[in-house]
């Protein structure tokens, strides 16, 4: 049985942890990554409410092993993430997402193999320390 975490005191609680916050949608909490200036979504959230858990989409990019098969790449993906799959993280969806261009459609500049892994979490404190986690693994695979 999970517990009722507040999304307020989540946001306030991954934010007091040193964690940076890039957006929060309905019960869910996204977070970010910088990079120079720069602040980019993570690939890692934290939802509260009634069902709590921590998610983090980790991938491969097609232009890093052009030679590769799709299956390859997620079996790549998976390998890399065995730290948050022995941590009780579960594969909940994959994909392998064309990124286009923004000005022409039709160009396509790469394709990400995704694989979105996910961990039922009870308590803010337990969420926070599975945030903590899912930032520090490795989630852009080089094959």
Known sequence: MFSLIDIKELKRSLV?????V???RGEEVHLAERQNVQLME???RVRGGASPAVTVVVRAQRNDAPS???EVMFDAVRARSLGLTDAGYGEVSR???EIRSVSDASQLLDV???VTLQRAVV???EA???ARRAIAAERYVVP
């Open 16 to 20: 007091t942890a040193g964690l940076e």
């Open 22 to 24: 890039f957006r929060t």
């Open 42 to 44: 993570a690939g890692v």
């Open 68 to 70: 590769l098969a799709a």
């Open 95 to 97: 994909e392998a997402r």
């Open 112 to 114: 990400w193999f995704e």
């Open 123 to 125: 308590s803010t404190d």
């Open 128 to 130: 926070v320390t599975e």
